[in-house]
């Protein structure tokens, strides 16, 4: 059995910029950090890191060489889901590990994964609908925008807050239906 990997992991671990994921992850070290510091966990701050952890995979998805392979036998769309392959598990564990410190701290936090789950499918469902040259932008801002937007409206308008609050009461209905989305979504 070998155990070597795929000849497109390299190339592609390389192109991918991991800057947004690693600035993410010094603001959830710093969280943790002040959290320790002061013995109890800032609940009020775990849909804002789910949301920039959301924000940052999907900015991983920027293709600098995209119009130079073109022209190569790989589509966009695969090269896209390769880069997914890279980022959504580099993604999912720095929030786990992020979750694995809040309950160091404090144990009440629990293992919130559903919202960010839910949040990167959003991400990556928007950019894959959006045209291409603002693709990663918009989906690097509806996680937060939605996020945002959630906070903002929560107890103005009782009509509308289920369906901003959906990421997190029925994350997994979201991750479906936005997955759903991805798959379907255009072919570049």
Avoid: I, K
């Avoid at 910029?17 to 002061?38: D, I, S, T």
């Avoid at 966990?41 to 920039?52: M, S, T």
């Avoid at 701290?105 to 959003?122: E, I, Q």
Wanted: charged share 10%; hydrophobic share 60%.
């Amino acid at each position: 059995m070998s155990t070597t990997a795929p000849a497109w992991v390299a190339p592609t671990a390389r192109a991918v910029p991991w800057q947004p994921l690693a600035g993410v992850a010094v603001c959830l070290l710093g969280v943790v950090v002040l959290a320790a510091v002061r013995g109890r966990w800032p609940v009020g701050v775990l849909d804002v890191a789910a949301a920039g952890t959301a924000a940052a995979v999907v900015a991983g998805l920027r293709d600098p060489a995209a119009n130079l392979l073109s022209a190569m036998p790989t589509s966009a769309a695969r090269r896209q889901a390769r880069r997914l392959m890279l980022l959504v598990p580099a993604g999912l564990g720095l929030w786990l590990a992020y979750l694995a410190a809040a309950n160091l701290v404090s144990r009440g936090v629990g293992w919130p994964l559903g919202p960010a789950v839910a949040l990167v499918a959003t991400g990556c469902a928007v950019a894959a609908w959006t045209p291409e040259r603002f693709a990663v932008e918009a989906g690097v801002a509806a996680p937060l925008g939605w996020m945002a937007l959630a906070r903002a409206w929560s107890g103005l308008h009782d009509s509308v807050t289920p369906v901003l609050t959906a990421y997190q009461s029925h994350p997994w209905v979201v991750t479906a239906v936005a997955s759903a989305a991805l798959l379907m979504g255009r072919s570049r």
